[in-house]
């Protein structure tokens, strides 16, 4: 029997042709696909990157959402931007969406080249805790 969840569409989540599943749900888990700065219509969308960092969110929290999970649910967040430099406005921005005593566990890297030629890149996990 297959357990598996696969996420490919949904609310507020971009339209596009590319052969990926925005998230995937095993059990009490969710796997979210690396989300860029995409539109609805599945265009990149260019920007600073807290612009482009905001664009990538609001699509990480679109398929959490479309899978039944929450930001609560969040246990892990992996950050590929294209620029160290950029690190004080990451999280200026990661803090803002998760206050202290919430945080994922985050990785962070300087990635040479992302899709679309984006700025930010945002991958991770979530967990429903099951009594």
């Avoid at 905001?54 to 959402?65: G, P, R, T, V």
Wanted: glycine residues 10%; charged residues 20%.
């Amino acid at each position: 029997m297959d357990n598996k969840r696969y996420i490919t569409n949904g609310e507020g989540l971009p339209n596009w042709s590319n052969p990926i599943s925005h998230a995937v749900v095993v059990n009490n888990m969710c796997f979210v696909s690396g989300q860029l700065s995409v539109n609805a219509e599945g265009k990149y969308v260019s920007g600073t990157i807290l612009e482009e960092g905001k664009l990538a969110f609001s699509n990480f929290f679109s398929a959490l959402k479309n899978a039944g999970f929450e930001k609560d649910d969040v246990v892990f967040i992996d950050i590929a931007f294209n620029d160290l430099k950029e690190l004080p406005e990451i999280n200026k921005l990661y803090m803002g969406l998760f206050p202290e005593g919430k945080r994922p566990a985050r990785t962070i890297y300087q990635a040479e080249a992302l899709p679309f030629g984006g700025k930010v890149k945002i991958t991770g996990t979530a967990v429903k805790v099951l009594v």
